[in-house]
């Protein structure tokens, strides 16, 4: 499990492979102690399993319907991504609860910048949008985010320097790709409710 609780950004040095992938990331802003082969990490939202340590390069393989499902599909050497190591008994959960399933992709198409700010629009296919919610919790690139203003195809967040800061998201342009993950009990919720009312139907 994660928070979304971003601790910093590394970058791909190596991707090798045909089907399935090895990328190779240096985890140059996060601290790799007591990480063991076997370990689960967030890159950019989705859960990969750590299988090489050579300290600060971390290996990870990377299937084909990740692939394709997620942003780590149009990756290449030099790309930086969000670190989230997983969380442990006793954390801190300043975010919110995540599994580094992914849900889908989404398309920022507006970006507009103030002097400490970044407000983006994100849109995305209308399975995904039936959990969005104003006010809910989403996460972005692995971002633990809050949603601001919502209408039946995109959704705005409006980021603050911190998030900034320590994230690749304040990197991203019109036309880039995100992954999107919502949580699991919205999820239940919505589906649940779509059912009871499919079978009173």
Known sequence: M?????AGTGTICEMSGEEVVRIVIDFESVTTDNLETGASVSIDGTCLTVVEINSPKISFDVIPETLQKTTLGSKSSGSLVNLERALKMG??????LLSGHILGMGEITERVEGKENLDLRISCPRNIMKFVQEKGYIAIDGISLTIGNVDETSFS??????????TTIGGKRIGEKVNIEVDSMTQTIVTT?????????
Do not use: K, Q, S
């Open 91 to 96: 954390d801190e959960l300043g975010g919110h």
């Open 157 to 166: 967040l409006h980021l603050i320097p911190e998030t900034l800061a320590l």
């Open 2 to 6: 994660f928070t979304g609780i971003v």
């Open 193 to 201: 409710v779509e059912r009871i009312l499919e079978a009173r139907n």
